[in-house]
């Protein structure tokens, strides 16, 4: 099961990680997971590899951090399932190379951008592929970020919220799940299936289990 959960910050995604088939490899783009392991999944076999490096001036240190990323993917053999929190912050990280080696300050056109998404293409593919050889569960997490159209005074305006994944990474996958609180409940909408579109109750309730179910 090769799975995208898409959400705003704070709704889930990480929680559900931990309810996949254990043992879990973790990849941690902002060192947060322990928290969440601790808080509900201390009984469980996890293993948590923490990406995100600094400068000694304590800034993000986006290469050191993509060469983390690249070891760990290195070990996710004998693992039930592989997590992968955060992968819009890879494709940040991804431009930060990409500036660097065409000595630039920001990606600009679309032709940029493509070479950028090919950085982080190259390093999930791979991972992607792997998994579905060995028969592991890949489970990434993609906040949602403004989205933005062009008038034809070729101003910028906000239009909205998508994932971070836009389209460099969705066509790739299994599944794509958007989670979303909607108080009282959690509710798990699924976009794209082997089985089609969903919407699920997980209020209080695994994600895996209730995929499982519903023969995803």
Known sequence: MIVILS????QGGSYQIGTWEEPIFWVDMENRVKRTVDAYYSDKLITIKQCLAYTKDFKEDHIKTLENVEDALKNISGFATVGFDGIGDLR??????????????????????????EVVRELLFPLINQCRVQGLHLVMTAQFKDDYTTNSKGESNKSGRIPSLKEWMS??????????????????????????????????????????????
Request: net charge positive.
């Open 7 to 10: 959400k705003e910050p704070g």
């Open 171 to 216: 066509y790739n996958v299994d599944t794509l799940i958007t989670l979303r609180y909607e108080k009282p409940k959690y509710k798990a909408i699924i976009t794209k299936s082997l089985i089609g579109c969903h919407e699920l109750d997980v209020t209080g309730k695994s994600l895996y289990d209730e995929l499982l179910l519903l023969g995803v």
């Open 92 to 117: 940040d990280i991804a431009h930060t190379k990409w500036c660097l080696k065409n000595k630039r300050k920001h990606a600009v056109n679309p032709g940029d951008w493509e070479e950028v998404n």
